[in-house]
């Protein structure tokens, strides 16, 4: 497979180099030349085989020719080593918990595949890749989690200070070894902003090989179109009119949901259900693309105010507004609207979601208005413990802290204190 630039000034490259440098010369995004549907007789028996085996189909196409079939078998058997149970509400809603891996966020796959990718293509090297990510609060301790102990591999996370959960803080910075995290006095979209002008700091790229690890990065945001599959082999044999609503930042985990429509897996429609960062709210209704400084809210991990992968959506549907908004509903919702839902899915559910599958719970509520025959399945992005604070606030219970939290709660933090983009680079130098 050969990856081509989205700003379409630069040569296309393979697999390999599309993961090692993350963003291509011109800067734009990188997306697969072609994407070639699976067979109609895999959907139909999607429920006979294991996670395994639909993975590796579906991934195949992306990696090949430069990961060689048995190692991606590997790869894939490593980086889904847990569950990805289904809860049903009643026949228009479930719920898709994506939150059992190590760091209990549905970025775990993305940065456990990816990680693995790179340790691969890096086993022979001489030279250090150092990877960059910036973090609103899952990125980061799903990367640095994937990536610890990896084999010529540093990992330098940037978190927007203050701005995450007590305990997505501890995961970032107790880790220690090949990872490293920056404390940004500023914004998720300042930390962003940081990292995106190291990729373009030409005295920097010569003298260190820079990648990223947010879903910019192919290796991080393919994957997550598992998901989508994983909940069709469960709901698929019940359900007509699947949809998915999409908890929604930086659009990586909906925008994944798309192609795993392009590979012909039967879905009807996706919801991007939005905090007030609502820019693509805003974009389906005014046909206009805005975007807007981030505004910080109780599902901080989609506080995003100029999504990266908008611009792989609409590449997906051809830049038509009207198929992509015939794909693609949007709606976005209050922290009270979101501390409501917590409220009601606890009592009529009997079910404990977090803040940001409490916004694609709303999301399906809304659409489900219009389309009553649906099946909509929210993605429930995170566990509910890592938002403690607002969960108990909330629901008035007591939680229980599952044994990956235990474990770092008790270390201590370890950060150095950023605030401009020279101190950025004058860290990296050093
Ligand atoms: C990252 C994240 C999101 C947003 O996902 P995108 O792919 O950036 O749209 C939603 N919920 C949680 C818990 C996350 O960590």
Redesign the pocket.
């Known amino acids: 497979m050969k990856y081509y630039s989205l700003h379409k000034k630069s040569p296309k490259v393979s697999f390999m180099e599309a993961v090692t440098n993350a963003l291509a010369p011109d800067k734009g995004l990188y997306f697969p030349e072609t994407i070639t549907p699976l067979s109609k007789a895999f959907f139909d028996n999607i429920n006979t085989l294991s996670n395994d085996e639909i993975a590796f189909e579906a991934m195949k196409q992306f990696v090949s020719p430069d990961i060689p079939e048995d190692t991606l078998k590997s790869i894939i058997n490593d980086t889904l080593s847990f569950n990805f149970p289904i809860v049903e509400f009643n026949k228009n809603i479930s719920t898709l918990e994506l939150?059992h891996g190590p760091t209990l966020?549905?970025?775990d796959v993305g940065a456990r595949f990816m990680a693995r990718c790179l340790g691969y293509f890096n086993q022979n090297n001489t030279h250090d890749v150092t990877v960059l990510v910036a973090t609103?609060?899952?990125?980061g301790a799903?990367v640095a989690n994937g990536f610890l102990g990896v084999k010529g591999v540093k990992v330098v996370i940037l978190y927007p200070s203050g701005k995450v959960s007590a305990i997505q803080e501890k995961q970032l910075t107790t880790l220690g070894q090949n990872i490293t995290a920056l404390e940004v006095k500023g914004t998720f979209d300042d930390c962003q902003a940081m990292v995106k002008t190291a990729f373009l700091d030409n005295h920097l790229t010569e003298k260190m090989q820079l990648t990223s690890a947010n879903?910019i990065n192919v290796a991080r945001?393919l994957p997550?179109l598992l998901y989508f599959m994983f909940a069709y082999k469960k709901l698929g044999t019940k359900y007509e009119n699947i949809v998915f609503s999409?908890?929604?930042?930086?659009?990586?985990?909906?925008?994944?949901g798309m192609m795993a429509q392009q590979l012909g897996l039967p879905i009807r429609h996706f919801i991007?259900s939005n905090n007030e960062n609502n820019v693509v709210t805003e974009y389906l209704k005014s046909r206009l693309y805005k975007p807007k400084p981030t505004v910080q809210t109780i599902?901080n991990?989609?506080d995003?105010g100029d999504?990266?992968?908008f611009i792989r959506i609409q590449e997906i549907y051809n830049n038509k507004f009207e198929t992509l908004s015939y794909n693609l509903s949007s709606f976005s919702f209050s922290d009270d609207d979101t501390k409501a839902a917590m409220l009601e899915v606890y009592k009529h559910h009997n079910y404990i979601a977090?803040p940001?599958?409490a916004?694609?719970y709303l999301g399906c509520k809304a659409y489900l208005e219009k389309n009553p025959n649906a099946h909509c399945v929210f993605?429930e992005?995170?566990h509910p413990i890592?938002f403690l604070d607002i969960v108990e606030d909330v629901i008035k219970t007591e939680q229980v802290i599952p044994e990956q939290i235990q474990s770092v709660l008790g270390k201590k933090k370890v950060t150095t204190t950023i605030t401009t983009y020279e101190d950025f680079k004058k860290y990296l130098l050093k």
Do not use: E, R, Y
């Open positions: 939150f966020a549905f970025k609103s609060g899952d990125t799903a879903s945001w997550q999409v908890p929604s930042g930086n659009l990586g985990n909906v925008c994944a991007a599902s991990a989609m995003v999504p990266s992968n977090d940001h599958g916004v694609g993605l992005t995170a890592k």
